[in-house]
């Protein structure tokens, strides 16, 4: 079949959904990778509204003989989602809890539901699903039972096939199925003969009652001690019944559906067994050790102690943490430079028995010689370690240059008292090769995730990729271990399977996918049947790009590189529910396109493949650019530090050398100096914006939507104010960087803040200097922008010091300093623009540095009791952090400053303004920060220090979001 009968067969389907279906070069590059090494382009990806048009789809395929690949996160490490096949997403709609049931400790979901959101809503009956994986906070139900996923606890709670009660689905010819415990060869007697279903049944049945097959599968399959076992089809799950053998272990086909990866049946709707939740007292020995070895010792004396969790990180692991701003702060409980770290999870329904547990542990490691440093974490710090753990796969692709942490043999599980010596035996194949390897992940249950460093855009590399996957599954064969623990086969594995389980076990299995589905519909080439594992590759072997020229500076690496730190492990997928500011617009729309990592993605498609002399000017690259609000949320959670709002500034600009620079963007990066001539005559200006059918009118003419209001026009700008007076002279001084928007719209609070900084003792000192040029950078323009930052840091760099800091109100603008600077001045400059940053600081952020230094004291405020409630601005909690907002806010003894766990607000400078991007903005702000402000008593202050939140929040909701130097400012005492 052509590809242009397929894309018109699938148009004309796409016209029966309700949801949509969608055959577009985006669209198709989007879906072509997931978190894998893998690149396939998918025929096209549909999006079901509906259990209806799943069928469709379905039924459609069937008569079509048109592959489907099932997919929810896409966080797959094997390649399961990737292939020429029609993507079926049902991310975005299938994502309902249909019901809890205390009493039965069950739960049924739908395939989307993301394993974290279902926590929460167990949490609230008492429950909990036990399987964690590392991706939890956007990994789906769908996904995990496709895979079989666990995680760190499955030393408790097992995979996620313990806890699979029922599913139903559909067949691949459409017939809808329920499959949950039952006696077989009662069931079938009640199946229309001659049915699809019937034949699983039947030949599943005869097969399993084979003794040759009995024979073969229970002397050639993993070790049955190995609870992580996903090598191939789970026949053996089957076999080892009360259908079959002497054992109270019931028959139930989900326990083969969990693992299949999709090729056996598209679940609609799962039951899964929860438990009740865990003790309530939670500690981490975190043990310290000089070598890896030592930490897998230490592992076998720490499952004595029966730990929730026992997992590992190497120093590779460690050495990654450091650069990344918000692992760095996770860091708190690490001690210089270890070989490893052991974290031991202990629960206990006692704090007592907790740390008693805990000292026992340490002391039975000390005792045989393992380990120099054993802090214990407790309480809000557990969940920081875990976070550091967590973020090691995006960690790994922190590494410049082209030599990445390959997921190629990272799922290997073992017997955990064999482990020490396969990993010893594992290195030494490694050190053979000239290869070194990070080592992580879950050494309490036999299963580490080992990475070799490979370069894949080599012929080397490529090689490598599969000579060393050859060399460990040999060896993970001698140890009778699986291949695969939880991450699955897909195309990665798939065709070791018949080393893994013989040859004629795994005939077997091709015969079962067969049994299931004939035409080879759901997912096909995954598990069996599997193209070599070798082709197919994200990276090409030689591939050659060319040098990229770019106004930014990308230290150690160029701007696609940048991009390909991008590994697809979807942490940009997260929910409101998980928290954290990343990605504010696909918590908004549940679009994949709407992900970072859909904007790496795109980037790194176009500048590899593209013919074009200029490689940024395609339409497509500005498509999946255009909701990104370069909120810098990417910049600190993205463990892979792929900073999106950068790679968008330097998309536009490049783009716009050739296609030009919008009237609109040009008003918008021009604001400071339309501004200047505005504040010329602010009550002509406040008049017609502040009068709502004439500012509706002037909104429309310029590209914004006509129901955002406009900011207003100081009546008397900072600057003009602060000529007009002489900072008193004090002992302590700063200089004031008097940001753009605070001098035309904020002049108040700019005033405000000067007054305060004198009556706590400081000299505000202020000398003419140029814009930030933040307006500059939103738009790509970044000629101008350049100009800005090296007049900036030439002017600043000679006055700036620790003692003498550079202190700005506007988050967006002073922290420019720090962020944008460093990598737009020329080479010359760079070491100056860093040391600038140093001492460049916010409000708050001065503020609690001086009370640190008890410079400044609670003495200075009253003591009235104030709630707040403080919503933190992007780049604040991106480049700064919220501790000290929270700090400087807490300075009045009484007061009491509760975050608000918002994202972005939405608004992200003129993102908000804009006519196409108003409604989503005000979505974003729907999603957590509107409904939290409009449900506190009017005697609540809302906190916000960026311009921008102010304004949303206004907009939004009608309250008065006060700047902390006015909050501090009218504590202080008379």
């Known amino acids: 079949m052509t590809t242009q009968t397929t894309d018109s067969l699938l148009s004309a389907l796409g016209q029966t959904l309700q949801g949509s279906l969608h055959t577009d070069t985006v669209m198709k590059t989007l879906y072509a990778t997931d978190a894998s090494a893998y690149r396939e382009m998918p025929l096209g990806v549909a999006i079901p509204e509906t259990k209806e048009d799943l069928e469709k789809i379905i039924r459609f395929a069937d008569q079509q003989s048109i592959p489907l690949i099932p997919r929810t996160a896409g966080t797959s490490l094997a390649g399961q989602v990737v292939g020429k096949a029609l993507v079926v997403d049902v991310s975005k709609f299938f994502n309902r809890i249909l019901e809890v049931n205390k009493a039965e400790s069950y739960v049924w979901v739908e395939p989307g539901v993301v394993r974290d959101v279902l926590n929460v809503e167990l949490k609230k009956h008492g429950l909990f699903f036990g399987p964690e994986t590392s991706t939890a906070n956007r990994a789906m139900i769908g996904g995990m039972v496709g895979n079989n996923s666990c995680g760190s606890n499955s030393v408790v709670y097992g995979s996620t096939r313990d806890h699979v009660l029922e599913i139903e689905g559909y067949l691949s010819d459409g017939t809808l199925v329920h499959f949950k415990e039952e006696d077989p060869f009662e069931t079938v007697k009640s199946i229309p003969q001659g049915s699809r279903l019937h034949g699983i049944y039947e030949k599943t049945l005869a097969a399993l009652s084979d003794p040759k097959h009995q024979k073969n599968i229970t002397e050639e399959f993993p070790k049955p001690s190995i609870d992580r076992r996903n090598t191939g089809y789970a026949v053996d799950m089957l076999l080892h019944t009360k259908a079959f053998e002497s054992t109270e272990a019931p028959f139930n086909f989900c326990s083969l559906l969990a693992g299949s990866e999709g090729t056996l049946c598209f679940a609609t709707r799962i039951k899964l067994h929860v438990n009740p939740l865990p003790p309530a007292h939670l500690g981490l020995v975190c043990g310290h050790f000089n070598t890896i070895d030592e930490a897998l010792r230490a592992n076998l004396i720490a499952l004595q102690f ?123 194949i490694l050190q053979a090769n000239n290869l070194y390897c990070v080592h992580y992940a879950h050494a309490g249950s036999g299963e580490l995730h080992l990475r070799p460093i490979i370069n894949l855009k080599t012929k080397e590399g490529h090689g490598q990729f599969r000579h060393i996957a050859e060399e460990i599954a040999r060896l993970v064969k001698k140890y009778k271990g699986s291949l695969s623990g939880e991450h699955g086969d897909g195309r990665l594995r798939g065709e070791f399977i018949p080393w893994m389980v013989g040859e004629e076990n795994y005939q077997l299995m091709r015969e079962l996918k067969s049994w299931w589905d004939p035409k080879g519909i759901f997912n096909p080439n995954k598990i069996v049947d599997t193209p070599p594992m070798d082709t197919f590759l994200r990276y090409e072997a030689g591939q050659q790009t060319p040098e990229f020229k770019t106004v930014f500076r990308f230290k150690d690496q160029d701007v696609l590189q940048h991009a390909e730190q991008c590994n697809g492990s979807g942490d940009c997928r997260k929910t409101p529910v998980s928290g954290g500011t990343m990605c504010p617009s696909f918590m908004a729309t549940r679009n994949e396109k709407e992900t970072t990592r859909a904007r790496a993605n795109i980037l790194r498609e176009f500048l590899t493949r593209s013919e074009q002399p200029n490689r940024f000017a395609h339409e497509e690259i500005k498509e999946v650019m255009d909701l990104c609000l370069a909120c810098k949320g990417c910049k600190a ?10 790679l968008k500034m330097e998309f536009l600009y490049q783009y716009q050398k050739e296609k030009g620079l919008p009237l609109r963007s040009w008003l918008v990066g021009n604001f400071a100096k339309l501004s200047n001539i505005a504040s010329n005559v602010p009550f002509l200006y406040n008049f017609v914006m502040g009068t709502p059918a004439i500012r509706r009118i002037s909104n429309a003419l310029v590209g914004f939507h006509p129901d955002r209001t406009m900011p207003l026009m100081a009546k008397q700008t900072l600057w003009s104010w602060l000529k007009s007076r002489t900072s008193p002279v004090q002992a302590k001084s700063l200089y004031l960087f008097v940001d753009e928007f605070t001098n ?47 007049q900036n840091v030439r002017l600043w760099s000679s006055l700036i010091s620790e003692n003498t800091p550079l202190v700005g109100i506007e988050p967006s603008a002073i922290l420019t300093f720090r962020d944008e600077y460093p990598d737009l001045v020329s080479e010359e400059w760079v070491e100056k623009a860093q040391a600038l940053a140093k001492n460049t600081l916010l409000l708050e952020e001065f503020i609690a540095r001086e009370a640190d230094a008890k410079r400044i004291t609670s003495a200075s405020f009253s003591s009235e009791k104030k709630l707040m409630k403080l919503h933190g601005h992007c780049q604040q909690k991106a480049i700064s952090s919220l501790v000290a907002a929270k700090k400087a806010l807490s300075l009045p003894e009484n007061f009491e400053v509760q975050l608000i766990p918002s994202g972005c607000c939405g608004m992200a400078g003129s993102f908000g303004y804009e006519k196409e991007h108003y409604d989503l903005s005000m979505q974003i702000g729907e999603l957590v920060l509107f409904p939290t402000v409009r449900s506190q008593p009017e005697e609540v202050d809302i906190v916000a220090s960026g311009t921008s939140c102010r304004h949303q929040i206004h907009d939004g909701t009608k309250r008065h979001a006060k700047h902390a130097a006015e909050i501090l400012f009218a504590a202080l005492k008379d």
Not at 354 to 371: F, H, K
Not at 372 to 393: I, N, Q, S
């Open 306 to 428: 029966n730990p929730s969790a026992s997992e590992l990180m190497d120093h590779y692991i460690l050495e990654c943490t450091k650069a990344n701003p918000e692992q760095r702060m996770n860091r708190f409980f690490v001690k210089g430079d270890p070989g490893a770290i052991l974290v031991v999870e202990l629960r206990s329904d006692s704090a007592e028995d907790l740390a008693s547990q805990a000292q026992a542990c340490e002391a039975a490691m000390r005792a045989a010689g393992l380990g120099y440093h054993f802090p214990f974490v407790t309480g809000g710090d557990v969940k920081k370690v875990w976070d550091l753990r967590k973020a090691g796969l995006g960690l790994l692709s922190n590494l410049p240059g082209d030599e990445k942490a390959v997921a190629v043999i990272e799922d290997t599980a073992v017997d955990v008292n064999d482990l020490p010596a396969f990993i010893a035996e594992f290195n030494e």
């Open 637 to 646: 959670e993205c463990p892979s530090n792929v900073d999106v709002a950068k």
């Open 744 to 790: 035309f719209n904020d002049a108040e609070i700019g005033r405000t803040a000067v007054l305060l900084l004198e009556r706590l003792g400081y000299e505000v000192k202020t000398i003419p200097h140029p814009i930030s040029g933040r307006a500059y950078l939103s738009k790509g323009m970044l000629d101008e922008a350049r100009v800005l930052a090296m």
